[in-house]
């Protein structure tokens, strides 16, 4: 009897801990969402050049160069066009290496960016579980 007790609470548990990890999904009804149009002036208007426009987990996603031709890939909520999260890659350094991700660009004079692929510049340990 204690068994499909202990059962649906496992899984209520596991379930809010998956939701937990995904904090860079997006998650709005699709009759909300801002047409792609209005991504690309989003990008042009803070001077991105787009390369590609797709959507992945829920969001936008822009692939291109920013105003100092850095390489960038960024996620925008698709209803309210907010940076979800941001990386930063120069043409030397490999993907993983080297860039900045966050929530936001990085403000001028912040710390270098971690090495260690588990720290995503918050300080708050990211990962895709699988």
């Known amino acids: 009897m204690r068994h499909p007790v202990l059962i649906a609470a496992l899984t209520l548990t596991t379930l809010g801990f998956g939701t937990a990890l995904a904090?860079?999904?997006?998650?709005?009804?699709?009759?909300?969402?801002?047409?792609?149009?209005?991504?690309?002036?989003?990008?042009?208007?803070?001077?991105?050049?787009?390369?590609?426009?797709?959507?992945?987990?829920?969001?936008?996603?822009?692939?291109?160069?920013?105003?100092?031709?850095?390489?960038?890939?960024?996620?925008?909520?698709?209803?309210?066009?907010?940076?979800?999260?941001?990386?930063?890659?120069?043409?030397?350094?490999?993907?993983?290496?080297?860039?900045s991700s966050s929530g936001a660009p990085d403000p001028q004079g912040a710390a270098p960016a971690t090495k260690n692929p588990l720290i995503n510049g918050s300080g708050q340990p990211s990962g895709v579980v699988q």
Request: glycine content about 10%; proline content about 4%.
């Open 23 to 99: 904090d860079d999904d997006c998650e709005a009804p699709l009759a909300d969402w801002q047409p792609r149009s209005a991504v690309q002036q989003l990008a042009q208007s803070k001077g991105w050049t787009v390369q590609r426009i797709k959507v992945d987990d829920g969001c936008y996603e822009i692939k291109g160069r920013d105003a100092n031709g850095q390489r960038i890939e960024v996620k925008i909520h698709p209803a309210t066009l907010a940076v979800v999260e941001m990386e930063t890659e120069d043409d030397d350094d490999e993907e993983g290496e080297g860039g």
